[in-house]
C-alpha cells in the first residue's frame, strides 16, 4: 500500500510534476517511424506526458517534434503546412523548422525582427527499433540513447506493435512485474507461453532497474532460471521465444501508450514467429483500423466471452494475454488506489519497482539531477539458463544476460 501522498507522486507525470521531471530525463518513445515516413508528408499528433505535440518529417528527412500550438494566436499546428525545412501554421503562415526556430513571419513587415524572438518548443527526436524517440527534459541533460537489443537489430529481427491502455503508466509497468498474476489471469491461454513454474524467486537490483529470476528445481539439483529485466522508468525485457520486451509511455495521468516488441537477435523473424505475433494470443492486441485502441476494450468488456470462462478452457474468458493484461490493469480505474490495497508476500517485485521509482522522485524533489546511466548499461537480453548445484543466480545472471 502506499500513502495518497506517494500514490500521487509516483503516478502524475505532466509538467511541473516530480515524477513528469524524472520521466522527462529518458528517452521516450513517441509513434512509429512509418507514421511520418515521407518527408514533407502530413504531421501527426502525438500526446506524450500530458503535452501535446505534433510531429513531422521535414524536406531534408529530418524529424520534428513540436508544441502543436504556433506561439503566436495557439492554432494548432496538426493543420500546418509541411514545406520546404518547416511545418507553417495556416492561420497566419508563421513558420517554424525542426528546432524550433521560426523562419517565416510573413504576417508581420518586412523589415520586423520580430520573427527572431520567437520560438517554439521543440524537442529532440532519435529514431530507433522503428520508432521515433523524444527526449523531452533539459536539453544540456541530454543522455545517451539507451542501447536496448531491440532498438539495434535489422527490422526484420523485430515485430512491434502498440495499443492504448486506459490507465495511469504505473499500472500497466507494475503489471509487467506482479509475478503472481501469471497462473492465474493468463492460466489456459490458448498459446501460454509465459506460464510460471513455481519455485524460487531473485531480485538483483541494478543501477536502472533490477534483473528478476524465477527459478525451477532440477532433479541433479540445480536450478533452471528465467531472468527477466526491469529498466526504469518504464521498460521491460521478457525472456520468451521470441524475446519480448514492454515500454509503457505514458500519455498523459490517465493513458498510457504500451508498445510491445517481439524480436530475435541472431536472426529475422520466421513466418512461424510471426503468425504466433499476429494471432494475438500473446502480447500483442489486434486494434481498431487505423487507431491504437484494441478492438477488445473497455467499452465492450474486452469481449469476454462467459461460456469460455466457465468451461474453464480460459480463467478469464478474453482472448490474449495482452487483453487480459489491458482489461485488468484498466479495472483498477484512471489512477489505482493503492492506498487501499494488501500487498503480499508474491508482490516482491511490485514494492521493489516502486521503492526505485520513489527514490529518482525523491532525488528530483531533493534537487539531486536524475541521471540515467550510459547507453551500454541497456545491453541486457532477458534469458533461461541452468544453475549447477552450488550456483547461484546472482553469481551468473550478468554473464547470462549479456547482449551483443
Ligand atoms: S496562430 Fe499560427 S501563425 Fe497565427
Ligand atoms: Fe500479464
Same mark, same amino acid.
Given at each position: 500500500m502506499l500513502s495518497k501522498e506517494n500514490n500521487e507522486l509516483l503516478t502524475r507525470i505532466g509538467p511541473g510534476t516530480p515524477m513528469g521531471a524524472v520521466m522527462r530525463r529518458y528517452w521516450i518513445p513517441v509513434a512509429f517511424s512509418a507514421s511520418v515516413d515521407t518527408p514533407d508528408g502530413p504531421?501527426?499528433?502525438?500526446?506524450?506526458?500530458?503535452?501535446?505535440?505534433? !510531429?513531422?518529417?521535414?524536406?531534408?528527412?529530418?524529424?520534428? /517534434?513540436?508544441?502543436?500550438?504556433?506561439?503566436?494566436?495557439?492554432?494548432?499546428?496538426?493543420?500546418?503546412?509541411? @514545406?520546404?525545412?518547416?511545418?507553417?501554421?495556416?492561420?497566419?503562415?508563421?513558420?517554424?523548422?525542426?528546432?524550433?526556430?521560426?523562419?517565416d513571419m510573413p504576417s508581420e513587415p518586412p523589415t520586423s525582427r520580430f520573427r527572431e524572438k520567437v520560438r517554439i518548443t521543440a524537442y529532440p527526436t532519435h529514431e530507433a527499433g522503428g520508432l521515433v524517440w523524444a527526449y523531452m527534459g533539459a536539453p544540456e541533460l541530454k543522455?545517451?540513447?539507451?542501447? /536496448?537489443?531491440?532498438?539495434?537489430? *535489422?527490422?526484420?529481427?523485430?515485430?512491434?506493435?502498440?495499443?492504448?491502455?486506459?490507465?495511469?503508466? !504505473?499500472?500497466?509497468?507494475?503489471? =509487467?512485474?506482479?509475478?503472481?498474476? !501469471?497462473?492465474?489471469?493468463?492460466?489456459?491461454?490458448?498459446?501460454n507461453r509465459f506460464k510460471v513454474v513455481p519455485g524460487h524467486y531473485e531480485l538483483v537490483p541494478q543501477p536502472l532497474g533490477f534483473v528478476a529470476g524465477t527459478g525451477r528445481d532440477l532433479e541433479d539439483g540445480g536450478t533452471f532460471w528465467t531472468a527477466?529485466?526491469?529498466?526504469? *522508468?518504464?521498460?521491460?525485457?521478457?525472456?520468451?521465444?521470441?524475446?519480448?520486451?514492454?515500454?509503457?509511455?505514458?500519455?498523459?495521468?490517465?493513458?498510457?501508450? /504500451?508498445?510491445?516488441?517481439?524480436?530475435? *537477435? @541472431?536472426?529475422? /523473424?520466421?513466418?512461424?514467429? !510471426?503468425?504466433?505475433?499476429?494471432?494475438?494470443? =500473446?502480447?500483442?492486441?489486434?486494434?481498431m483500423p487505423g487507431t491504437d485502441r484494441a478492438i477488445q476494450n473497455k467499452d465492450n468488456d474486452y469481449l469476454i466471452d462467459r461460456a469460455l470462462q466457465a468451461s474453464g478452457r480460459s480463467f478469464t474468458g478474453m482472448k490474449g494475454l495482452g487483453v487480459q493484461d489491458c482489461a485488468i490493469q484498466e479495472s483498477m480505474g484512471p489512477i489505482a488506489d493503492r492506498t487501499k490495497e494488501h500487498l503480499g508476500v508474491s508482490d516482491t517485485a511490485i514494492i521493489r519497482l516502486r521503492r526505485q521509482l520513489m527514490q529518482l522522485v525523491k532525488d528530483q524533489i531533493d534537487g539531486v539531477t536524475v541521471t540515467p546511466p550510459p547507453g551500454s548499461a541497456y545491453r541486457l537480453r532477458p534469458t533461461r539458463f541452468t544453475a549447477r548445484p552450488g550456483e547461484s543466480f546472482a553469481d551468473l545472471f550478468e554473464d547470462k544476460m549479456r547482449a551483443g
Amino acid at each position: 500500500m502506499l500513502s495518497k501522498e506517494n500514490n500521487e507522486l509516483l503516478t502524475r507525470i505532466g509538467p511541473g510534476t516530480p515524477m513528469g521531471a524524472v520521466m522527462r530525463r529518458y528517452w521516450i518513445p513517441v509513434a512509429f517511424s512509418a507514421s511520418v515516413d515521407t518527408p514533407d508528408g502530413p504531421p501527426v499528433r502525438v500526446r506524450m506526458l500530458g503535452e501535446n505535440l505534433v !510531429l513531422f518529417r521535414d524536406t531534408s528527412g529530418r524529424i520534428g /517534434l513540436l508544441d502543436e500550438y504556433c506561439p503566436h494566436r495557439t492554432a494548432s499546428m496538426f493543420f500546418g503546412r509541411n @514545406e520546404e525545412c518547416g511545418l507553417r501554421c495556416v492561420y497566419h503562415g508563421w513558420k517554424f523548422d525542426v528546432e524550433g526556430k521560426c523562419v517565416d513571419m510573413p504576417s508581420e513587415p518586412p523589415t520586423s525582427r520580430f520573427r527572431e524572438k520567437v520560438r517554439i518548443t521543440a524537442y529532440p527526436t532519435h529514431e530507433a527499433g522503428g520508432l521515433v524517440w523524444a527526449y523531452m527534459g533539459a536539453p544540456e541533460l541530454k543522455p545517451e540513447f539507451p542501447e /536496448l537489443e531491440w532498438t539495434l537489430i *535489422p527490422d526484420s529481427h523485430r515485430y512491434v506493435t502498440r495499443h492504448i491502455q486506459e490507465c495511469n503508466w !504505473l499500472q500497466g509497468f507494475e503489471g =509487467g512485474f506482479d509475478t503472481s498474476h !501469471l497462473s492465474f489471469l493468463h492460466a489456459g491461454a490458448v498459446d501460454n507461453r509465459f506460464k510460471v513454474v513455481p519455485g524460487h524467486y531473485e531480485l538483483v537490483p541494478q543501477p536502472l532497474g533490477f534483473v528478476a529470476g524465477t527459478g525451477r528445481d532440477l532433479e541433479d539439483g540445480g536450478t533452471f532460471w528465467t531472468a527477466a529485466a526491469m529498466l526504469a *522508468p518504464f521498460h521491460k525485457l521478457i525472456p520468451s521465444d521470441p524475446i519480448a520486451a514492454h515500454v509503457w509511455a505514458p500519455i498523459d495521468d490517465e493513458n498510457t501508450m /504500451l508498445y510491445s516488441i517481439d524480436f530475435n *537477435p @541472431e536472426r529475422p /523473424l520466421t513466418e512461424d514467429d !510471426l503468425r504466433r505475433s499476429k494471432t494475438f494470443n =500473446g502480447i500483442h492486441t489486434e486494434n481498431m483500423p487505423g487507431t491504437d485502441r484494441a478492438i477488445q476494450n473497455k467499452d465492450n468488456d474486452y469481449l469476454i466471452d462467459r461460456a469460455l470462462q466457465a468451461s474453464g478452457r480460459s480463467f478469464t474468458g478474453m482472448k490474449g494475454l495482452g487483453v487480459q493484461d489491458c482489461a485488468i490493469q484498466e479495472s483498477m480505474g484512471p489512477i489505482a488506489d493503492r492506498t487501499k490495497e494488501h500487498l503480499g508476500v508474491s508482490d516482491t517485485a511490485i514494492i521493489r519497482l516502486r521503492r526505485q521509482l520513489m527514490q529518482l522522485v525523491k532525488d528530483q524533489i531533493d534537487g539531486v539531477t536524475v541521471t540515467p546511466p550510459p547507453g551500454s548499461a541497456y545491453r541486457l537480453r532477458p534469458t533461461r539458463f541452468t544453475a549447477r548445484p552450488g550456483e547461484s543466480f546472482a553469481d551468473l545472471f550478468e554473464d547470462k544476460m549479456r547482449a551483443g
